[in-house]
C-alpha cells in the first residue's frame, strides 16, 4: 500500500521561504509531484522528481530523497498569491496518489 | 492551450437521482481519472481509464461507475445518489507516459440534497 504525510496547515510572511514536507511509504515509486490548488480551483502542476537531489524552477524548488521516503517544497520571496493547497503525489505502479493536502496562508 | 472540460461546475440533484458527470479532454490523452476531493480526506481515486472502452477501479469506486466510449470522453455516473456523495469532482488525463503528470480539469461541486 501506499500512504502520504504532509501538515495540514502552514503559515508564513510575504517575502519569506517556507518549506512544506512530506514523507511517504509506498511498495512502488515512479516518482512524486507537486501540485498547487488554488481555493475552488484545479490543481495545477509545480514540479516532478523521480531522482535524488533538488529541482529549481524558478521560486520554488523540489527535494526528494528516496531512501528516506521524503519530500519537501521550498517557496522563496513568498507572495500574497502563493496562498494555496500544496498537494504531494506519489506516482506508484499505475497511478497519482494524493496526499491531504497542506493549506499555506502568506500574512502580509 | 491543452484543456480538460468539466461539463458543469456546479449542480445540485435529489437524493436517488442518477447523476452524470461528464469530461472531455482535448490533448489525445489515453488516460484518464475521475477523483473526489473532500476537506481532510484529500483527492480520492474513484475509477480510471487506460484506453477507450477500459475502465479500472480506484480506491473509492462504490456507488459510482464510469463510461469511456471515446478517448477524449470520460463519463462519472452515480448510479442513484446519496448525500455522502456530496463532494467536489475531479477529472484529469494524461499520457500514456504517466511522467508528465495529470491535467485537471476545473472541478465539478455536486450537492446532493
Known amino acids: 500500500g501506499q500512504n502520504i504525510d504532509q501538515p495540514t496547515e502552514m503559515t508564513a510572511t510575504e517575502g519569506a521561504i517556507v518549506q512544506i514536507n512530506c514523507t511517504y511509504q509506498t511498495s512502488g515509486f515512479n516518482g512524486l509531484f507537486w501540485y498547487q490548488q488554488h481555493a475552488g480551483e484545479a490543481p495545477t502542476f509545480l514540479s516532478y522528481n523521480v531522482l535524488d537531489g533538488l529541482e529549481e524552477k524558478g521560486r520554488f524548488s523540489s527535494f526528494l530523497s528516496r531512501s528516506k521516503g521524503y519530500s519537501y517544497l521550498l517557496l522563496k520571496e513568498l507572495q500574497m498569491k502563493d496562498s494555496a493547497s500544496y498537494l504531494c503525489?506519489?506516482?506508484?505502479?499505475?497511478?497519482?496518489?494524493f496526499g491531504t493536502g497542506t493549506r499555506l496562508q502568506v500574512f502580509p | 492551450d491543452v484543456k480538460v472540460t468539466q461539463s458543469s461546475r456546479y449542480l445540485v440533484k435529489r437524493t436517488g437521482e442518477k447523476v452524470f458527470l461528464e469530461c472531455v479532454q482535448d490533448m489525445d490523452h489515453e488516460n484518464m481519472f475521475w477523483y473526489r476531493q473532500d476537506p481532510g480526506l484529500g483527492l480520492r481515486l474513484i475509477y480510471f481509464?487506460?484506453?477507450?472502452?477500459?475502465?479500472e477501479k480506484g480506491d473509492i469506486p462504490e456507488g459510482y461507475s464510469v463510461s469511456r466510449e471515446k478517448k477524449e470522453r470520460f463519463s462519472l455516473i452515480l448510479e442513484s445518489a446519496s448525500t455522502n456523495q456530496t463532494s467536489m469532482y475531479l477529472c484529469?488525463?494524461?499520457?500514456?507516459?504517466?511522467?508528465?503528470?495529470?491535467?485537471f480539469g476545473s472541478g465539478t461541486r455536486l450537492t446532493v440534497v
Open positions: 481509464s487506460y484506453d477507450v472502452k477500459m475502465k
Open positions: 503525489a506519489l506516482l506508484g505502479t499505475d497511478k497519482l496518489i
Open positions: 484529469a488525463s494524461s499520457l500514456e507516459d504517466r511522467f508528465y503528470g495529470y491535467t
